[in-house]
């Protein structure tokens, strides 16, 4: 399977897609620093006191929104852009024709989507942590309790938030993209709608990015979705006519 | 078909050629009956193995654009198991693409396409090969170079070729068995060797002194009167 991924790295590594996944990188950057100067904000600081609440939660938990939006978008955009990549040079019918079962070859795509966009969020974690920690504790340390970082927390939200949510966002889009695999732009514009309707508990695209007490629900209902939708992608190859 | 064998698949436009290939491939399911390739019934369990000696051109060549002519091969290369890059190198050789090996895809003139399309198609080896209309748009000079290396493989390389075709003068230059499809069904198959003696047999027959283009015309129309197809 890591065979499979990295052929699937290669064929795009040429390609434009890394200044798309820069530009909202970009905007993960340009979301922490806005947020930076919201902490500057004496009522964000007392509300944060008040609620009793780690600063670091609230701080990640404040622009959750704005980087479930990005991370959804970029899925959308590499689950795109790897099919795309058949489709336009034609290769789609020659991947039936290896000795390589179709589907190994689509859930490489997916497992590379999700590699790459999970990068990105440690990225922008470690650039939230390491360049604006220094920052606010020298300036607001008195906000966080001389716990600077709760390490716990962020692993807890990366790999128990963020991970489930990306997984099944990326299979749900290769569902789609499969489904409408002769105009991307279909399931592209499905997609964006979804996301702007994330705000829906438990909708495909909803990626639960800040902590809640009834998370184990949420982790299930993605695990859910994960297993339903690689069922959906074997069917639809299976009965996939070239 | 036998090992080495060059079968040509003719038929008009539409006749079934590339459905016939796709079906044989596992691409398309067909309503009825079986493929065998070297001696093992194809079916979903086994397809993939039998397809790990089965290479494939189909119609237009198709390649990642955007990547060099060795970077296309390579990657092609890495879905098999294997494959060295001495391997990759030789079949780069043998198609003669060695001066544009690190050009882009995107770039190669229509001959050069299609013969990356050809190395693609045989760079694991494989003892037989799908070729669906593969001069399609060639132009002469490149249509006697690419027959060349179809000759090439199969005298020196043991590659048997299965190519589909509506331009009789390849089959009758390059072919060693000939089937003639017409409305999806097969109409005639034969050794090229035979045509003569069939032709003769034709005896009272206006073509019996033609060639290839003649007798297939001659087995339409006789399938056509029989079937009362535009009748």
């Given at each position: ?20 996944l820069?530009?909202?990188?970009l905007i993960?950057f340009y979301s922490c620093?806005d947020?930076?100067y919201?902490?500057?904000n ?10 009793d ?11 959750a929104?704005?980087i ?5 978008i970029?899925i ?5 852009w790897?099919?795309?990549?058949e489709i ?6 020659r ?12 859930l ?12 990105q969020?440690?990225l ?16 607001y340390?008195?906000?966080?309790y ?8 962020f692993?807890?939200?990366?790999f128990l ?18 489904k409408?695999?002769?105009?991307y732009?279909?399931s592209f514009?499905?997609?964006i ?9 438990y909708s ?11 998370f ?19 069917k ?7 | ?12 436009n539409g ?12 691409l398309?399911r067909?309503d ?9 019934l194809m079916?979903t369990?086994?397809r ?5 000696n089965v ?5 237009n ?5 955007h990547l060099t002519v ?6 092609i ?5 294997d494959i ?5 190198q030789?079949?780069?050789?043998i ?10 895809a995107s ?10 399309g050809?190395a ?6 494989p003892?037989?090969v ?8 060639l132009d002469?000079?490149n249509?006697?170079d ?9 005298k020196?390389y043991g590659?048997?070729?299965f190519?589909?075709t509506?331009i ?17 069904t097969?109409?005639?198959s034969?050794q ?21 283009e ?5 087995k ?5 009167k ?6």
């Amino acid at each position: 399977m890591i065979k499979l991924i990295k052929l699937e790295f290669k064929k795009i590594q040429k390609t434009p897609i890394w200044l798309v996944l820069l530009v909202f990188i970009l905007i993960f950057f340009y979301s922490c620093y806005d947020l930076y100067y919201d902490f500057q904000n004496q009522f964000w600081r007392d509300v944060s006191v008040s609620q009793d609440m780690n600063p670091w939660h609230f701080f990640i938990n404040s622009q959750a929104r704005k980087i479930e939006f990005c991370i959804g978008i970029n899925i959308l955009i590499l689950t795109a852009w790897l099919h795309q990549q058949e489709i336009v040079n034609e290769m789609w019918h020659r991947l039936f024709l290896f000795p390589k079962s179709m589907f190994n070859i689509v859930l490489s795509k997916i497992l590379l989507t999700i590699s790459l966009v999970f990068l990105q969020l440690i990225l922008v974690f470690a650039f939230t942590v390491f360049i604006f920690k220094p920052k606010l504790s020298v300036y607001y340390s008195f906000l966080f309790y001389g716990k600077y970082l709760d390490t716990p927390f962020f692993y807890g939200q990366w790999f128990l938030f963020y991970l489930p949510a990306i997984i099944k966002v990326a299979f749900f889009q290769e569902w789609l993209t499969l489904k409408f695999r002769n105009s991307y732009l279909t399931s592209f514009f499905i997609g964006i709608l979804g996301l702007f309707l994330s705000f829906i508990d438990y909708s495909p695209y909803s990626m639960y990015c800040t902590i809640h007490t009834y998370f184990l629900k949420e982790i299930t209902v993605s695990i859910i979705y994960i297993v339903l939708f690689t069922y959906f992608i074997y069917k639809e190859l299976q009965n996939a006519e070239i | 078909m036998d090992e080495r064998d060059i079968l040509f698949l003719i038929g008009a436009n539409g006749a079934g050629k590339s459905t016939l290939l796709k079906n044989i491939l596992g691409l398309v399911r067909p309503d009825s009956g079986s493929v065998r390739i070297e001696n093992s019934l194809m079916n979903t369990k086994n397809r993939l193995e039998i397809i790990h000696n089965v290479g494939v051109l189909l119609e237009n060549a198709s390649f990642y654009g955007h990547l060099t002519v060795k970077e296309n091969i390579s990657i092609i290369a890495a879905y098999y198991n294997d494959i060295s890059q001495k391997q990759i190198q030789d079949t780069i050789s043998i198609l003669g693409l060695e001066s544009v090996q690190n050009r882009l895809a995107s770039e190669l003139s229509t001959g050069f396409k299609q013969r990356l399309g050809l190395a693609m198609s045989i760079v694991h080896k494989p003892k037989i090969v799908f070729l669906d209309e593969p001069t399609n748009g060639l132009d002469p000079q490149n249509i006697i170079d690419f027959r060349e290396l179809i000759i090439n493989l199969n005298k020196n390389y043991g590659v048997s070729f299965f190519i589909t075709t509506h331009i009789l003068t390849e089959v009758e230059k390059l072919s060693t068995k000939v089937a003639i499809i017409r409305d999806g069904t097969i109409i005639d198959s034969f050794q090229m060797s035979e045509l003569n003696q069939k032709m003769e047999t034709l005896i009272d027959s206006e073509i019996s002194k033609g060639g290839l283009e003649d007798y297939y015309l001659f087995k339409c129309n006789q399938y056509d009167k029989t079937h009362k197809i535009g009748v």
